[in-house]
């Protein structure tokens, strides 16, 4: 299982309108047969900090994913948003090996 934490930091105008195409990209992805779970985190202090947290049954599934048009759309719908750019750290899940997300 690959797992991907992506750290977003919003413009403070946007939170609203982020929270909302993300929230939709997230229903459209858990549907994907190579995501395990796909979860929305917000910073509990600053509002404007997110992470994503996305577990991937396979090694090639996240490329899978950046080809979906849900992702597409979210990307492009998202890009204005951002105090910064994106940032995403890939890890490779070591326990449990065997557990069915």
Do not use: C
């Amino acid at each position: 299982m690959v797992v991907v934490y992506v750290h977003i930091h919003v413009k403070p105008e946007w939170v609203e309108a982020f929270q909302q195409a993300t929230l939709a990209n997230a229903r459209q992805s858990i549907t994907e047969p190579g995501i395990a779970r796909f979860d929305v985190l917000q910073h509990a202090d600053d509002p404007t900090r997110f992470v994503l947290v996305e577990a991937y049954r396979t090694p090639d599934a996240p490329t899978a994913h950046k080809a979906t048009p849900h992702y597409l759309a979210w990307r492009d719908a998202v890009a204005p948003m951002m105090a910064e750019p994106r940032q995403g750290v890939q890890f490779h899940n070591l326990f449990p090996q065997d557990r069915d997300w």
